[in-house]
């Protein structure tokens, strides 16, 4: 999987800070997994698991996030970003918040394809990514409705098309998303030595609704 979250992980959103599931509870039903997720964590950063800096690492990240996601020519500042939090022993760590609320989250597995059901009815934050994420460099490649995209880069949004195809050259292995209409689509890669290992298709929804798609899983190999 890489540094990918896998199928049908879900990260809330709310006023620009991201919150992960610390808990959660998980029921096997034959074939279908059910999941309830508890939205309770949002990452702090850490100077050698020490001393907080969460502002004013914030206030750089975001001044050079703009820059890199805009242009290739300006992500040596990101790069370097990482190289210096990389040095000065800078680490994530997950800290318990008061709830968001809860996902109901459903993957029913079949022999090509994994079905995946989120209800946001519970969550009470500004949007919900529900992702879809695996390595980055194994899965080098984004095709749109079959035609190869001429670039794959970080947080592209996907509009106008009916599926999202992640391709492995190396694996000989795609995954297939389809474009479901009633949220953004979003495709990205970030691959950076050890720190950033992804590559995916999301979906941001708003709360108060469910999504239902399929992922489809091919080999090319055969």
Known sequence: MGEGIGVGGVIAVNNDTPFFPLDSNVRIHGHKLVCSYVINGKPAKYILDRRRIDRPYSLLHRALTPLYLRSFLTRPLYVYLMAVRTILGIRNRFERTKPLGVVEASYVIGDNYVDVGINLDGVDADGVFVANEFSGRLFTQLYIDGVKARRFEPWMEITGCREATLYSPYLRI????????????????????????????????????????RVVLRNHAA
């Open 174 to 213: 795609s995954v297939t998303l389809p474009n479901l209409g009633s949220c953004k689509m979003l495709a990205g890669r970030e691959v950076l030595a050890r720190r950033l290992d992804w590559a995916g298709v999301s979906y941001l929804a708003k709360p108060n609704t469910s999504l239902r798609y």
